[in-house]
């Protein structure tokens, strides 16, 4: 009877220990930005100042704007690589309607700022339902029609203009064009109108993923297809719906970063989608599908920033930052596995328990 | 199908005495005797889980003996591995085939002792060769440069057989070769079997199809629950004696009590059919069954007799291939796709948990509710505590054992995982429930829970179709037994007369049934 108490005990106390591990192992991410912060908040001089915090959170917020988009494509088992071209092609279009509106025939029409954005973001709609259309009416693989439309799309964004920039995007009061940098520069009540959308967004996107039935069908869909057509899932509407969503993110950000800068040029955004891919990843997104939350994602992303911004302001060099944010993704995909491995051990132990 | 040589002529080349395989639980051979002769053609036949497939693994050096004796030539042997089993000349074709789809064949048939010139090349060209003259001693002149993914099912075992006897085989085993094939196909199988016989190889043949024993066989040895209970030259016996031999001389009447209360007719299943994809055939062949409110009906058949493939016409998986009607209370749904036909209350039970039933990598909560989340929402809200509470209703009832559904679907043992696959059917409110193999790699004691659920759902109203390969399963749970054959019809049992023999008759061909 002693020796049972005493193994009872034993195993008692090794699953606390377990769940503990566990815990931190979960909040990783969340471990790693304080790390990060904390470190810069002692090295560099002004990290902790607010304007220095509002200029980081903008330069953080392009990127997860494209990063909510990329978790749910990553999280429904695919992978979306025309993220960037997106950003470029959608700056392209604003910036082209803005200064030359729309040529038919003899007529050229102006579009009002309103109309304008509406149409940018039906850019990312667009490319994203043909991405959609690849995967699942032509059985493509996500990789190959993503990295397909990430030609297709740059290529047009510099057709447009023959490779030059859409300079001195004001508009004119003429062709009722005005008002498009706002989008940049607006502030509501001290924060910029960036971060508030950022802050919709990501709210928005967390209570899909949590809380809705279409949400629940994306990670059914990332974790077993099968299992989840047979269990009435429509696939193939989900898949267009991740797509369409991940092009419409893209969309938003070349609009912001059209706006900021008050001009486009058709290269904006490259290599944007590997910051994405990044930061869902940090953030503990599977790339297998079925796994990912859009809390960890805007925290990773807030670590691929801070520490970009942090060494910029330590003064180390961009080629070394390069090399050290490729190792801080590389670590938490090892943590990653490591807490995978550890929770499937956990729920075979419970299985084993059950059976006693 | 008279043997050329005569009997004698056979000389016995492996012998299993006293050979028992324990597990842990079960005692899959007990004490088992079998001899195996040289040039002939020897048949193994038995219920599921019989020991057939034990009983080829330690023949084959998968598993070692936990007691007994193996002779190969008259010298006793060990064995330990499918290497040393293989350099003693046998060979085994598994059921399910081991080739590389993205390989030639040639790549295929030298896997892992590849012809290799100087400098470690491959030696292609001397693979190729080889390759060919193999294939050619079976009469089949195929391109050895063709991919294996391009080849007919029927094309890639004789790939396997020539793999095998490429590596000297005297001993081939084969594993319910034809199950997959079409009827030309097992004709030139036999071909091939006839063949090798006359080269003196020792053939081990598995099937559930009797009349192919019977055809293509010299010896016969029938197993029942890890014992032989009759050995036997194949002109002496008939069929009658070989169902005796496999279900026992006490044959049982299972039929249910007179406890059903039928309601009205619910599905009714009219001429469906499925073509076969890329070969002419059908896999469902002209199928019609009906199934009223509260009733069971068993699906009896072998594998690859359609009876998967009838559920997934019914269930809205082939859209565009099925014809025929299935009609759901009155619904017609051959043409809609799988989420009409859960709206209009079907709910499908798969045969592999793993790959078809569960997503791993959610909660046992969120398991449950995948199919019936509309249901469960207001205003595209879906609150935690009604998604529980539901949710918790089906874990109670179904008796799923967890302290906390919203742990990992992992965390369950595989009967329970199977209850939570019934209860994500249940939630969607069905009127008709498809099954397939429901008992499938759970242990006995599941087994006999899910068989109780069964029945309690049959008795609030609703309308059961499974399907199972268990000749007891079939027999105790169903008002009604189909038996189905090559995708079709192949004979109905009403309540109180079917007999087991009968059924297993009956899953064997209608050819020999009208015989």
Not at chain 1, 63 to 70: Q, R
Not at chain 2, 250 to 279: I, M, Q, S, W, Y
Request: glycine residues 10%.
């Amino acid at each position: 009877m002693s020796t049972s108490a005493v193994s009872s005990l034993r195993s008692a106390s090794t699953t606390t220990g377990d769940n503990a591990l566990l815990l931190v192992l979960r909040l990783r991410t969340f471990i790693a930005l304080f790390l990060v912060a904390g470190f810069f908040a002692v090295m560099a001089p002004n990290f902790l100042s607010a304007a220095n915090a509002l200029i980081m959170s903008k330069h953080v917020a392009l990127n997860a704007f494209l990063a909510i988009g990329m978790t749910y494509v990553i999280v429904s088992g695919g992978i979306d690589l025309s993220v960037g071209s997106t950003v470029g092609l959608t700056g392209m279009v604003a910036g082209g309607l803005i200064l030359h509106g729309l040529t038919i025939g003899d007529y050229v029409i102006y579009f009002n700022v309103l109309e304008i954005v509406g149409i940018a973001l039906m850019v990312g709609l667009i490319v994203g339902a043909i991405n959609g259309f690849l995967i699942t009416q032509l059985n493509v693989a996500p990789f190959i029609a993503t990295l397909g439309t990430l030609y297709v799309a740059r290529g047009i964004a510099l057709l447009s203009s023959d490779g030059s920039t859409f300079p001195n995007l004001e508009g004119s009061s003429e062709h009722g064009t005005t008002g498009f940098p706002l989008i940049g520069t607006l502030s509501l009540a001290g924060v910029p109108l960036v971060i508030w959308l950022l802050v919709v967004m990501g709210l928005g996107a967390a209570y899909l993923g949590a809380r809705t039935p279409l949400g629940r069908h994306i990670y059914a869909v990332g974790g077993n297809e099968r299992a989840a057509m047979l269990s009435g899932v429509r696939v193939n509407r989900i898949k267009f719906f991740v797509y369409m969503f991940s092009g419409f993110c893209a969309s938003i950000v070349g609009l912001i970063i059209s706006s900021q800068l008050v001009a486009s040029h058709p290269m904006t955004g490259e290599t944007f989608e590997l910051n994405a891919i990044a930061a869902a990843v940090l953030g503990g997104t599977s790339m297998t599908g079925g796994r990912g939350k859009i809390g960890g994602t805007i925290i990773g992303a807030f670590v691929i920033g801070i520490l970009s911004d942090g060494l910029v302001m330590m003064g180390v060099s961009a080629f070394w930052q390069t090399v050290i944010k490729g190792l801080v993704i590389i670590a938490a995909v090892v943590v990653d596995q490591f807490q995978q491995r550890m929770q499937q051990r956990m729920a075979y132990q419970m299985r084993a328990e059950a059976q006693k | 199908m008279i043997p050329l040589t005569s009997p004698q002529s056979h000389p016995v080349v492996l012998k299993l005495e006293g050979v028992s395989k324990v597990y842990p639980g079960t005692m899959a051979l007990k004490a088992v005797d079998f001899e195996l002769y040289a040039g002939a053609v020897n048949v193994l036949v038995g219920e599921n889980g019989a020991g057939k497939s034990t009983m080829m693994k330690v023949i084959a050096g998968v598993e070692s003996p936990s007691e007994g004796q193996i002779w190969l030539d008259g010298k006793a042997v060990q064995l330990g591995s499918t290497e040393v089993a293989r350099q003693h000349g046998i060979g085994i074709v598994f059921q399910e085939l081991n080739l590389f789809p993205n390989l030639t064949i040639a790549e295929n048939m030298f896997i892992g002792r590849e012809i290799s010139s100087r400098m470690y090349a491959i030696d292609s060209e001397a693979q190729a060769k080889k390759a060919e003259q193999l294939l050619g001693e079976l009469e089949h002149h195929l391109d050895p440069n063709l991919l294996v993914g391009e080849l007919r099912i029927g094309e890639q075992q004789i790939i396997e057989i020539a793999k095998a006897i490429g590596q000297n085989a005297r001993i081939l085993i084969l594993d319910e070769p034809t199950s997959a094939l079409s009827a030309p196909e097992v004709e030139i199988l036999f071909r091939v079997i006839n063949d090798l016989k006359s080269r003196g190889v020792a053939i081990v043949y598995i099937s559930h199809r009797l009349e192919e024993l019977i055809r293509i066989g010299d010896y016969i040895t029938v197993l029942r629950d890890g014992c032989v209970t009759g050995s036997a030259k194949m002109k002496d016996v008939d069929l009658t004696w070989i169902v005796r031999q496999m279900v026992g001389s006490n044959t049982k009447n299972f039929a249910r009590a007179g406890d059903n209360r039928l309601g009205e007719t619910v599905l009714e299943v009219n001429h469906v059919c499925l073509p076969r994809l890329g070969a002419p055939g059908y896999l469902v062949d002209d199928m019609s069954l009906s199934l009223r409110a509260g009733e069971i009906v068993g699906i009896y058949g072998l594998m690859g007799a359609g009876r998967t493939e009838l559920f997934e016409c019914i269930y809205g998986c082939h859209p565009d291939r099925a014809t025929g009607s299935v009609k759901l209370l009155g619904k017609e749904l051959i043409g809609s796709n799988v989420t009409s036909c859960i709206d209009a209350g079907l709910a499908l039970i798969p045969e592999d948990r793993k790959t078809d039933g569960l997503v791993h990598s959610m909660s046992i909560l969120e398991n449950l509710t995948l199919a019936s989340l509309w249901r469960l929402v207001t205003l595209g809200y879906l609150s935690p505590e009604v998604e529980s509470s539901a949710a918790g209703k089906f874990v109670k009832s179904l008796s799923i054992k967890t302290n906390n559904p919203s742990l990992e679907i992992g965390s369950l043992s595989g009967g329970n995982q199977q209850k939570v696959v019934i209860g994500r059917a249940l939630m969607t409110d069905p009127k008709v429930l498809l099954m397939d193999e429901p008992s499938r790699g759970i242990d006995i004691g599941a087994k006999a829970e899910v068989f109780k659920v069964m029945r309690d759902l049959a008795k609030t109203g609703l309308g059961i179709l499974f399907v199972t390969s268990d000749l007891e399963e079939v027999m105790a749970l169903s008002d009604r037994i189909v038996v189905m054959s090559h995708g079709q019809l192949a004979a109905q049992f009403g309540p109180n007369e079917a007999t087991q023999d009968a059924v297993v008759l009956a899953s064997n061909s209608q050819v020999l049934l009208a015989a």
